[in-house]
């Protein structure tokens, strides 16, 4: 069974995240094929809204760490960042699912994604300076936009996860439902985007991001630099170290 699954009803195409075993953590050959994915649903006109899911108890661990590790993302070529950006300037409306950990860029993805359904277990953390890193996918501008600088700083800064209806009370997500019937109401307002006449529904979400469109990408631009620099520096590689012997870091030296 492949990592990625691709599943097209009607005309929404509805990917997922399928490698439970790993907790869905992706790897660079998984973000190539949503890559692909997404820029073949851009160009369809067969596709008029994409779905997001994981499965009900975890979205995805984020990046794969010893993938990463063997694939580190060096520049805007890295098939994360290309991830990051095909989804950020997706023309068309994304709808994501969420049930359990959405850890890093699994958060930071669903900033990019239009309608984010919530399973009441979701628990979202961005921990990159727990991990020696940067945020990256523009959160370090639209998080604190989204809920304010504080508490951008909490999830940011401590690298503390915020659970689904602390995600609600900010805006993160749309609502909030039991894990079994989240992928349902995502389908659900998959159906009813399907429904609207496409080129109103395309304009309007290119509306609703004109305003943070150049922002969002120099801020993503600035992010990749500082990410890649330190993807090399020793707290990052402490950090990869002792989660791969599950063991806490030791920072004390960084
Ligand atoms: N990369 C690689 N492997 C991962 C992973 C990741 N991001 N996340 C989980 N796994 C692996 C674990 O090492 C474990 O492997 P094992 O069975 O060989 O021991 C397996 O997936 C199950 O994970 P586990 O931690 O036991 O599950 P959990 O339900 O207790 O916790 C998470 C789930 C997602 C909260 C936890 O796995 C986690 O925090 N993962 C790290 C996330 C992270 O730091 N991501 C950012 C990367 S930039």
């Not at 779905?51 to 590790?69: K, M, P, R, S």
């Not at 950020?88 to 359990?100: M, Y």
């Not at 990408?217 to 330190?230: D, G, H, R, T, Y």
């Not at 993807?231 to 030296?253: H, I, N, Q, T």
Request: proline share 6%; aromatic share 8%.
């Amino acid at each position: 069974m492949s990592d990625i699954l691709l599943h097209q009803e009607s005309a929404r195409l509805t990917i997922t995240f399928n490698r439970p075993d790993r907790k869905n953590a992706l790897t660079h050959d998984m973000y190539l094929v949503l890559v692909r994915a997404l820029d073949e649903a851009c160009a369809s006109e067969d596709v008029r809204v994409v779905v997001i899911q994981g499965h009900e108890h975890i979205f995805t661990a984020g990046n794969d760490i010893e993938d990463f590790l063997a694939h580190p993302p060096l520049d805007e070529e890295a098939p994360v960042f290309r991830f990051l950006t095909a989804l950020s300037t997706f023309p068309k409306p994304v709808v994501a699912s969420v049930c359990g950990p959405a850890v890093g860029i699994g958060a930071s993805m669903l900033l990019h994604c239009d309608l984010v359904v919530a399973g009441d277990n979701a628990a979202f953390s961005l921990p990159f300076v727990n991990l020696g890193l940067s945020p990256e996918g523009a959160s370090s501008l639209l998080l604190p936009q989204l809920m304010g600088y504080h508490r951008a700083c909490e999830a940011l800064l401590l690298g503390d996860p915020f659970m689904a209806e602390a995600a609600l009370e900010v805006g993160f997500v749309n609502k909030v439902v039991v894990p079994s019937q989240a992928n349902d109401a995502a389908q659900a307002w998959a159906k009813r985007l399907e429904a609207k006449p496409m080129n109103a529904l395309i304009q309007t979400k290119a509306l609703l991001k004109s305003k943070q469109g150049e922002a969002c990408s120099a801020s993503m631009k600035a992010e990749v630099v500082l990410f890649a620099q330190l993807m090399s520096e020793g707290a990052s590689k402490e950090a990869f170290k002792a989660f791969l012997e599950k063991r806490k870091p030791d920072f004390s030296k960084f």
